[in-house]
């Protein structure tokens, strides 16, 4: 089951994700598959292209957040810090090295791209 789409324009590039665990980037102009990002340990729910850094960054039920490089389809690290399944990601302003992240649990996450810390933790209780 695909859970989320993100277009990646740049790249031309269509990305989608789902329970399966992969996150997949599809060409936009033929359709075809051009590399399937395998390193979830669950399924992945939620994705955000950050533009100023070219990274892709994936959550989902496994609690982490993954950073990748989508011209070459490889993880470039793992964001560990939520206590729940995270079920929504941002990226703070078109230019930010800053992505926002929130869990089942109510808490939502600040990180910075560029050191893959942890700036800020929310808890919102109830509210997501």
């Not at 980037?25 to 729910?45: E, M, P, Q, S, Y």
């Not at 206590?83 to 230019?95: E, F, N, R």
């Amino acid at each position: 089951i695909v859970m989320a789409l993100l277009e990646l324009e740049v790249l031309g590039l269509l990305a989608s994700c789902g329970i399966d665990r992969h996150v997949m980037l599809w060409d936009v102009f033929t359709g075809k598959l051009k590399t399937a990002l395998k390193g979830h340990n669950k399924g992945v729910r939620c994705m955000a292209f950050a533009a100023s850094s070219k990274v892709l960054v994936t959550g989902g039920y496994d609690y982490n957040l993954m950073v990748w490089n989508p011209y070459v389809g490889t993880s470039i690290h793992i964001m560990k810090g939520h206590t729940a399944q995270i079920v929504g990601i941002d990226i703070i302003g078109a230019m930010s090295n800053q992505v926002v992240s929130a869990d089942s649990d109510c808490s939502v996450r600040t990180w910075d791209l560029g050191t893959y810390q942890c700036l800020q933790t929310i808890t919102v209780g109830g509210i997501l």
